[in-house]
């Protein structure tokens, strides 16, 4: 079971549909001001003995000055390492606390549990 929330206190659109994302639908975040992640995965469904890296996957309706891609971005939210395929939940989250200037045009693909590259 995988699930994602989003927490926000503004207008959120939840169920864009974007044909080109790993997701069924996505939530377009409309003028908020505070907003917050959190994605949780059983561990049975998971590799043991690797450590997975958990991403916010994410993009820009429109263009934006300060990101030079247009396409979807990610950024890590933490790691962790599973150790045995047992019944387990992991609960990654990501929280604004003290950044009230409104943003808006936010399409949220999900958050994505994958296992970390060696370097």
């Known amino acids: 079971m995988r699930e994602a ?22 939530a377009e975040l409309v003028g908020i001001t505070m907003i917050g992640f959190e994605g949780n995965i059983e561990t049975k469904i998971l590799s043991p003995k690797t450590t997975y890296v958990a991403y916010l996957v994410f993009k820009f309706a429109e263009c934006r000055y300060e990101f030079r ?45 994958r296992p970390k590259q060696s370097s």
């Open 5 to 26: 929330n989003t927490v926000a206190d503004g207008l959120a659109k939840a169920g864009v549909m974007i044909p080109t994302t790993g997701f069924s639908e996505v």
């Open 69 to 113: 891609g247009h396409g979807w971005m990610e950024t890590e939210m933490g790691e962790f390492y599973n150790e045995k395929e047992e019944d387990g939940v992991v609960n990654c989250c990501v929280w604004e606390i003290d950044n009230w200037f409104s943003k808006h045009s936010l399409i949220v693909e999900g958050i994505e549990f």
